[in-house]
């Protein structure tokens, strides 16, 4: 009976080992699990965190000046003028943009855009290369296109610096001029 009871419990005994060898593979199962959870929400925060970062940091320089609204560029069609030079032979290559208030003001510009781009031909067709080519001419080019869109649009002018021929403004607030500036993207004088 000794030899029944022997082989009896000779196949507990690895039963046992087995079962702690299932209990130690599913606490290792378990542990590893524990720490890949932990891990994904560390680097989850951490990358949260840099999103954040670069989000606070974008907007800042884009809103420096914190304006109400952004304003609206409206790119005219390049234009090829002859210039008011005696002889008549030489002529400018001009490309210009305008910088408007807002998408609404584009709208307006545009409905008068056929107008507004015969009266910037005629204004530049009566300028010298001399004029042309120095920079005070062309800040005064810039400003002329100004009044003139603004003239054509119906809205007070802007009086130019030192211009004691321009009418005074009344003590009541003019209407905004529509065009805030006037940019060259293309100026070859031949």
Known sequence: MSAAAATADAPEAPKKKSKKLLFIV?????????????ALFILKKNTAEDDD??????????????PKSAPTFLPLENMVINLADPGGNRFIQLGLTLQLQDAATETA??????SIRSQVLVLISQRTAEEMLQVQGKEKLASDIIATISREMGYAAPAAAGDEAAPKRSKGKAAANPVQAVLFSSFIVQ
């Open 53 to 66: 970062y670069e989000d606070e940091g974008a907007p800042a320089a884009v809103h420096a000046k914190s």
């Open 26 to 38: 599913l606490g290792v199962v378990v542990l590893a699990l524990i720490g890949a959870a932990a």
């Open 109 to 114: 510009v545009k409905a008068f855009l056929p």
